[in-house]
């Protein structure tokens, strides 16, 4: 270390202070357009300072092109739910990342099925109780509810986004 305001030798460039961190692919849907996409937006400007992290869209729209308005890595799948599974799994297995973060349920699911094969952990960042997000679609709550309460079980690690989340999970 220097002594306060005494420059230092060595490489000041954006790149050289970019210090290595982990590669993270952030999966959620492209359509977003609640809190969880004002979290991902902020968070992922602020990890592409320091560390590499790119986004994953499930299907296109208004998160996706937010995001690369901000100049933030973005790639959309397009296709079934089975297409952009496949399409995820191949992209992130050639990416070489290190860590899937998750957000929502079509997210979670996509990365519980592709989890042991990929052979990378999976983190899910909860931004709601997913018990009572299809309350008034009772046929929705029944599919997509119960695969995203299985889907969470599979993953390596939860962040809740609130001590109400918390408590929750």
């Known amino acids: 270390y220097a002594a306060a305001g005494q420059p230092v030798a060595g490489d000041y460039s954006?790149?050289?202070?970019?210090?290595?961190?982990?590669?993270?692919?952030?999966l959620i849907s492209g359509s977003d357009a609640g809190g969880a996409r004002t979290h991902v937006?902020?968070?992922?400007g602020e990890l592409n300072k320091t560390g590499?992290?790119?986004?994953?869209?499930?299907?296109?729209g208004a998160l996706a092109d937010t995001a690369r308005e901000r100049g933030i890595p973005c790639?959309?799948?397009?296709g079934s739910f089975f297409a952009q599974l496949r399409e995820a799994g191949q992209y992130i297995r050639s990416g070489g990342f290190d860590l899937i973060r998750c957000h929502g349920s079509r997210a979670n699911?996509?990365?519980?099925?592709?989890?042991?094969?990929?052979?990378?952990?999976?983190?899910?960042?909860?931004?709601?109780?997913?018990?009572?997000?299809?309350?008034?679609?009772?046929?929705?709550?029944?599919?997509?509810?119960?695969?995203n309460g299985l889907a969470l079980r599979k993953m390596d690690a939860l962040v809740c986004v609130s001590g109400a989340m918390r408590e929750t999970y």
Do not use: M
Request: charged residues 20%; hydrophobic residues 40%; glycine residues 8%.
């Open 52 to 60: 590499e992290a790119q986004l994953l869209c499930l299907g296109g």
């Open 14 to 26: 954006p790149d050289a202070r970019k210090e290595p961190g982990v590669k993270t692919v952030h």
């Open 75 to 78: 790639r959309v799948l397009s």
């Open 41 to 44: 937006l902020r968070l992922l």
């Open 109 to 147: 699911l996509t990365a519980a099925l592709l989890r042991a094969s990929l052979g990378v952990p999976a983190v899910s960042t909860v931004h709601s109780d997913h018990r009572l997000d299809y309350l008034h679609r009772p046929l929705a709550r029944l599919t997509y509810g119960t695969l």
